[in-house]
């Protein structure tokens, strides 16, 4: 469990440099990033929401690395190909911290952003690797999590909407 969370959060924290180092090349149109990471969170935000249905990429296959990889580095193999596919409910949050990242240009503020993303997104899968027995346990947190994609849809459009307002001055 450890190392498929770590091959995660590493997958996280290499998208988080790479969309800061971008962030530094297209900085240098100031005015075309923060619209079109606002367009992408009002975008997002209407998928979670359900009112836009956008196809999502689905990333690597794990099981072509899982073959492909050592048996002792599959795991991690296996944690890196979940964290660039991303499972459809963190695809849009994911992809508008990715455009901010880059919009910031900052690659050390994008890998710790991402880090603390992934520990965010692993911490579940820790926890039920780890306890396995209590797993029913686990699935009464479901009726919780039913709210998350709501929430979130309404967070990134209201962000999104507020950004494109305040470009437009």
């Given at each position: 469990?450890?190392?498929?969370?770590a091959?995660?959060?590493?997958?996280?924290?290499?998208?988080?440099?790479v969309s800061?180092?971008?962030?530094?090349?297209?900085?240098?149109i100031?005015?075309?990033?923060?619209?079109?990471?606002?367009?992408?969170?009002?975008?997002?935000?209407?998928?979670?929401?359900?009112?836009?249905?956008?196809?999502?990429?689905?990333?690597?296959?794990?099981?072509?690395?899982?073959?492909?990889?050592?048996?002792p580095?599959a795991?991690?193999?296996?944690?890196?190909?979940?964290g660039?596919?991303?499972?459809?409910?963190?695809?849009?949050?994911?992809?508008?911290?990715?455009?901010?990242?880059?919009?910031?240009?900052?690659?050390l503020?994008?890998?710790?952003?991402?880090?603390?993303?992934?520990?965010?997104?692993?911490?579940?899968?820790?926890?039920?690797g780890?306890?396995?027995?209590?797993?029913?346990g686990?699935?009464?947190?479901?009726?919780?999590?039913?709210?998350?994609?709501?929430?979130?849809?309404?967070?990134?459009?209201?962000?999104?909407a507020?950004?494109?307002?305040?470009?437009?001055?």
């Amino acid at each position: 469990s450890l190392s498929f969370a770590a091959g995660i959060v590493a997958s996280l924290v290499l998208l988080g440099l790479v969309s800061g180092l971008l962030g530094r090349i297209y900085g240098q149109i100031p005015g075309l990033i923060p619209t079109v990471v606002a367009v992408l969170a009002l975008l997002m935000g209407l998928n979670l929401l359900g009112l836009l249905k956008l196809p999502l990429p689905a990333g690597p296959d794990p099981e072509i690395w899982r073959r492909r990889v050592p048996a002792p580095l599959a795991p991690i193999a296996a944690g890196l190909a979940f964290g660039l596919a991303a499972t459809p409910c963190t695809t849009p949050v994911l992809a508008v911290l990715l455009a901010w990242m880059a919009q910031n240009g900052k690659p050390l503020v994008g890998m710790l952003l991402l880090t603390s993303f992934g520990a965010g997104q692993v911490v579940p899968l820790l926890l039920a690797g780890t306890a396995a027995a209590s797993l029913p346990g686990l699935l009464s947190l479901r009726r919780l999590g039913q709210w998350v994609p709501p929430i979130s849809g309404v967070v990134l459009v209201t962000t999104g909407a507020l950004t494109l307002v305040a470009n437009w001055r």
